[in-house]
């Protein structure tokens, strides 16, 4: 079992920066590819950014492209979604997701085996 605990999500404005950061216990981290998805009032969880194991491949949605980055520390078994330029469409319960290191499926919700609770980002424009 891989417990995943997310947070630093807020209230923001337009245009401000965000980070939010998945802190993971239960197994060995550096085993795990990891991912951020979220979910927008009635919408369903859609795909943000992944990262690999090693933190040497890293896949991001079309819509934040540019904007977010991902990136994680397996000293400290956390992993991190940096958010510039927030825009009102970026707002939604933001999840961390875990799986068994895999070559391919980053972006597939269906590959992920362990989910957090969620954290809230609303951007207010």
């Known amino acids: 079992q891989v417990q995943l605990v997310e947070s630093g999500g807020g209230l923001v404005q337009v245009g401000d920066s965000l980070r939010l950061s998945c802190a993971a216990s239960g197994r060995i981290f550096s085993y795990y590819d990891m991912a951020w998805f979220r979910q927008a009032p009635g919408k369903g969880r859609e795909f943000v950014a992944a990262?690999?194991?090693?933190?040497?491949?890293?896949y991001f949605a079309d819509s934040v492209k540019g904007r977010f980055t991902i990136s994680r520390d397996n000293a400290k078994n956390m992993v991190y979604l940096q958010m510039n330029n927030l825009k009102p469409e970026d707002t939604a319960v933001y999840c961390c997701a875990a799986r068994l290191r895999d070559s391919s499926g980053f972006t597939d919700l269906n590959m992920y085996d362990y989910w957090g609770q969620g954290t809230q980002v609303t951007v207010s424009s």
């Open positions: 990262i690999s194991w090693s933190g040497s491949r890293t």
